[in-house]
T-cell receptor, first 109, second 115 residues
Framework: AQRVTQPEKLLSVFKGAPVELKCNYS??????LFWYVQYSRQRLQLLLR??SRESIKGFTADLNKGETSFHLKKPFAQEEDSAMYYC???????????FGAGTILRVKS | IAGITQAPTSQILAAGRRMTLRCTQD?????MYWYRQDLGLGLRLIHY???????GKGEVPDGYSVSRANTDDFPLTLASAVPSQTSVYFC??????????????FGSGTRLTVV
């Protein structure tokens, strides 16, 4: 079975501090991992995909198959990063995504 | 229309009533999905459609039905609403099916309250 775990419901950091949003997954095959972001009163949007190995808005995420993790990181948080972040997995169900419970990131000034 | 349009934006519905949530996309995506978003549970897949004319059940399909008569439209129907169906409903689409998809495009959501 596929499962995505985001252990933190809320992560609160000060502006300029490093950020790490944790994501662990359960899947026996070769997964595709994604991070989605939902800003206040906006629709969910794709932040980044592990296969593209890109950096979006200063965020990066590395797939660690040994630890089955895909943590989202940013070296210096900004107030505009405050949002709900979802980790998602595409595995045995083809293109269908399984989402984690989400983590609210609050960046304080 | 640009992307995915959902209607209504919000609705208060009496228990036992029938309700159809509308979803239309203009990107000619093959695959479409319905998710419900609940605090602490994330997004859970209700139903999906890999291409026009086909549908499938997701993780939480009970009490919901869908149809996919054409590429653009993917309505979600609650035959007899119950309070546990109070949620925010998101429609999404992708180029899928198949591996290596480029992620979903989401609608703005429908906030449904069943009383």
């Amino acid at each position: 079975a596929q499962r995505v775990t985001q252990p933190e419901k809320l992560l609160s950091v000060f502006k300029g501090a490093p950020v790490e949003l944790k994501c662990n997954y359960s899947y026996s095959g070769s997964p595709e991992l994604f991070w989605y972001v939902q800003y206040s009163r906006q629709r969910l949007q794709l932040l980044l995909r592990h296969i593209s190995r890109e950096s979006i808005k200063g965020f990066t995420a590395d797939l660690n198959k040994g630890e089955t993790s895909f943590h989202l990181k940013k070296p210096f948080a900004q107030e505009e990063d405050s949002a709900m972040y979802y980790c998602a997995l595409s595995g045995e169900y083809g293109n269908k995504l399984v989402f984690g419970a989400g983590t609210i990131l609050r960046v304080k000034s | 229309i640009a992307g995915i349009t959902q209607a209504p934006t919000s609705q208060i519905l009496a228990a036992g009533r029938r309700m159809t949530l509308r979803c239309t996309q203009d990107m000619r995506h093959n695959a479409m999905y319905w998710y419900r978003q609940d605090l602490g549970l994330g997004l859970r897949l209700i139903h999906y459609s890999n291409t026009a004319g086909t549908t499938g059940k997701g993780e939480v399909p009970d009490g919901y039905s869908v149809s996919r008569a054409n590429t653009d439209d993917f309505p979600l129907t609650l035959a007899s609403a119950v309070p546990s169906q109070t949620s925010v409903y998101f429609c999404a689409s992708s180029d899928g099916p198949g591996r290596g998809n480029y992620g979903y495009t989401f609608g703005s959501g429908t906030r449904l309250t069943v009383v």
